[in-house]
Each structure stands twice: as C-alpha cells, then as structure tokens.
C-alpha cells in the first residue's frame, strides 16, 4: 500500500535555541573571549569554542531544514506591491493620513499593557492566522522573547532584533503601546520573511486584522510614526510641530518622543555610523535600505489599499483608503 501522503498545511518551526537563557548569538560570539580568558589557549579552551560554535549552527542548520517548507507569500500578487514596485504616496495624501490616524488613536486609546510573555503569544497567534488566511499554511514558530542581547549595544537605535539563523528575539526596551509592533516585526522574521519592508507589512495587517484594540492600536500608532518620520525627515524640531498639530493626546505623544531620547555627540556619532553599515547590508540583500521602515512601508500600505489587481482586501480597521471602483 502506498505511504499517506504528508499535509505541508502546518510547518513547526523549531527555533530551540530561543529557549536558551542567554541570546545564542552572544553565546557564539563571548565563547572565544571567555574562554581565552579563563582558560587560554589551552585544548580545554578550544574544545569549549567548538561545541558553542556547534550547539549555535547546530540549532540555525535545523531551523533552516524546517524553515524549507514554507510556502511564501507572493507580495505583489497578493497586495499589488513588493519590495521593488510600490506607488509614492503624494505629500498631502501622507499629510491626510496623518490627520485621520492621530483622530483614531484619540479616540480609541486603549491605555491597557498586556505582560510581555502574553503579548507575545497573542501577536504570535495572530500572525500566524493571518499569514495562513493567504498561504493556507500555517507556520508555527515559538513565541519566546527575551529582553537583552549584545547586539542591541551595537544598534543602539534598534527597538528589537532578530537572529536570522535561529529566530531568537530580543526587544531592547519598553516601547509602550508599541510593543505589540515591535513584536510583530520580529516574529515575522522568525517566520522566514527576512526583507524589513515585508516584516513591517506583516506585522501592521495581521494586527490591523486581529480584532483586539491593544493590538490594532499599536499598528495605527506605528504607520502614524512612521508618515511623521517621513514628513520630518531628519529635522527634529519638525517632528515636534507635526505632533503638535496632529493635536495627539499627551500619551501618545509622549510615547513618540520618548522613541528619539537625546543623544550625546559621542552617541550620535556611533549611532550614525552603525546606521550607515545596517543601510549597506540591507542594501547588500535586495531592499532600499533603511527608508524601508517608514518610507517604503507606508507607501506599499498605500498601494496595497488603491489597487485594483490586488488579491488580498485590506481590514476595515487598518485601512485608510478606498480601491478605486
């Protein structure tokens, strides 16, 4: 008799190395050091490097066999848009969405925090859900988020980060009613859409969708930081008069101000430099660089909610505009 056939309707991504209480990458990375320093250059010394450097890829190389089974989502055939091919939105359609987001926020703030290790399931859920409502297969990945890693210390502007061969995350610190984004984001990483653009995209529709306020709120709030960033550019004193005459309630603005605490000049100059090698590396992969965040997200928002060839229908409760009739 023949084998039944195997369902690739659900994948389980492993991810144990998420599990770990420390960051696998700082593991890979200290190992040399500490041991050199405890040990020396000693057998003992060596044989501790090898087995860290095993346990790490040992984990990345399951993950990535796992990873192989995920049917992907075709971006442009599903949203009329993708990394390469997405409508600029006009300086005063940008402006309007300004205006309609921060009048939502007011009048839904939802000023509820949700423990971190319970967001985190709940935005895993959700993602999960809304990536199988396109794919028809769900992709089950673990919801374990830790709060340090060494890298942040590097990228000192990143809110979060995720490995990309063993899918541990780590959120760097207290976004408030951000956080559930953040999280998004990186889960989505963890789920093999490794382009920040789509990672951003991802994580605003499936909470847009999800029908929970703490969550549709935090993907509001993150498209309306991202259009002010677009509209201030780098000059903060027009951040400051776009938030004022978005006339957001003092929560939110706050929040959003708190996102760019002042930096010492040593600290800018870190910042600006570590900036520049993660725009090239994303630049090296295929995307446009840094402008992914906040330019190229909200203009493939844009998009997908104007086209006509689109696929996927955009939520009532994250879109903003109407499809041409």
Known sequence: ??????????????????????????????????????????????????????????????????????????????????????????????EAEVSALAGRLNDELVLERVPRRELAVEVDRHLTRYIAGITGQRVHTSAAVRDFALVGLAFPFALGACDILTGDVAIFRDTGLLEPHIIA?????????????????????????????????????????????????????????????????????????????????????????????YHLRMRATGQAGISDYDLGFTNFLYTFETSPTARQLPHAAGALHRRPA
């Open 1 to 94: 008799m023949p084998e039944p056939k195997t369902s690739r309707d659900e994948i389980r991504i492993s991810n144990r190395a998420t599990y770990w209480p420390v960051a696998p990458i700082d593991v890979l990375l200290s190992a040399p050091l500490v041991t050199r320093a405890l040990l020396g250059a000693t057998p003992v010394g060596r044989l501790v490097q090898g087995v860290a450097l095993g346990l790490y890829f040992g984990c990345a190389l399951r993950d990535w066999s796992d990873r192989r089974g995920i049917r992907k989502i075709a971006f442009r055939r599903e949203f009329g848009a993708d990394l390469h091919h997405a409508v600029s939105m006009p300086r005063e359609t940008r």
């Open 185 to 277: 984001h990186e889960f989505s990483h963890r789920k093999g859409y490794w382009q920040e653009l789509y990672a951003q995209v991802l994580g605003y529709l499936a909470l847009a969708s999800s029908g929970e306020p703490v969550l549709r709120q935090s993907s509001l709030l993150e498209r309306l930081h991202r259009n002010l960033r677009v509209l201030a550019g780098t000059d903060r004193p027009a951040l400051d008069r776009l938030m004022s005459s978005a006339a957001l309630r003092p929560e939110v603005r706050d929040l959003l101000r708190e996102l760019r605490q002042p930096l010492t000049g040593i600290e800018r100059g870190v910042e600006a430099g570590m900036r520049r090698l």
